[in-house]
T-cell receptor, first 109, second 114 residues
Framework: GQNIDQPTEMTATEGAIVQINCTYQ??????LFWYQQHAGEAPTFLSY??LDGLEEKGRFSSFLSRSKGYSYLLLKELQMKDSASYLC??????????WGAGTKLIIKP | DAEITQSPRHKITETGRQVTLACHQT?????MFWYRQDLGHGLRLIHY???????NKGEVSDGYSVSRSNTEDLPLTLESAASSQTSVYFC?????????????FGEGSRLTVL
């Protein structure tokens, strides 16, 4: 079966760096997505990786290793507004998105 | 600005009633999706459409139906609501399979079935 694993919850301190991991087993691979979802709101797109390596976008970076079935989202200079759930999703060979359950990130002052 | 809107945002209904959740997008996207989101689960695909008159079942389609009569709208109907269908429902759209596949989500509809 298809599976996406990510930690349920993480806690970090304002101003620090946090890495949220995602491992996947899917039927084929057509890209990996990270979305941010604040409580009670809709998910919003953060990043897309289809090739191995690091994609940097401001304070957020996303890394992909296709051979290891692994990705991480790196958040730098954490701010209180980064408190949210972070969803990892993989697009399989049928171009269907398979979603992880999300990682709830709690930022403490 | 283009957007995707859902209505109603909150709905309480009784078991056995028919419920329709509306989704309207002004992105002019071909692809539209309905997901449900429950604690401890990732987003689960209910139905999706790649264009007018096209509809497809997702992984949790039992008890739900959709229709696509125009580009902008994909209403989701629960034929006979069950307590197991209490959830938050998200509609989403995307441009096509040739792009990154970025999804644009509506604000969600919280449905409670008593």
């Amino acid at each position: 079966g298809q599976n996406i694993d990510q930690p349920t919850e993480m806690t970090a301190t304002e101003g620090a760096i946090v890495q949220i991991n995602c491992t996947y087993q899917t039927s084929g691979f057509n890209g990996l997505f990270w979305y941010q979802q604040h409580a009670g709101e809709a998910p919003t797109f953060l990043s897309y990786n289809v090739l191995d390596g690091l994609e940097e976008k401001g304070r957020f970076s996303s890394f992909l290793s296709r051979s290891k079935g692994y990705s991480y989202l790196l958040l730098k200079e954490l701010q209180m507004k980064d408190s949210a759930s972070y969803l990892c999703a993989v697009m399989d060979s049928n171009y269907q998105l398979i979603w992880g359950a999300g990682t709830k990130l709690i930022i403490k002052p | 600005d283009a957007e995707i809107t859902q209505s109603p945002r909150h709905k309480i209904t009784e078991t056995g009633r028919q419920v329709t959740l509306a989704c309207h997008q002004t992105w002019n996207h071909n692809n539209m999706f309905w997901y449900r989101q429950d604690l401890g689960h990732g987003l689960r695909l209910i139905h999706y459409s790649y264009g007018v008159q096209d509809t497809n079942k997702g992984e949790v389609s039992d008890g739900y139906s959709v229709s696509r009569s125009n580009t902008e709208d994909l209403p989701l109907t629960l034929e006979s609501a069950a307590s197991s269908q209490t959830s938050v429902y998200f509609c989403a759209s995307s441009e096509g399979t040739s792009d990154t596949g970025e999804l644009f989500f509506g604000e969600g509809s919280r449905l409670t079935v008593l």
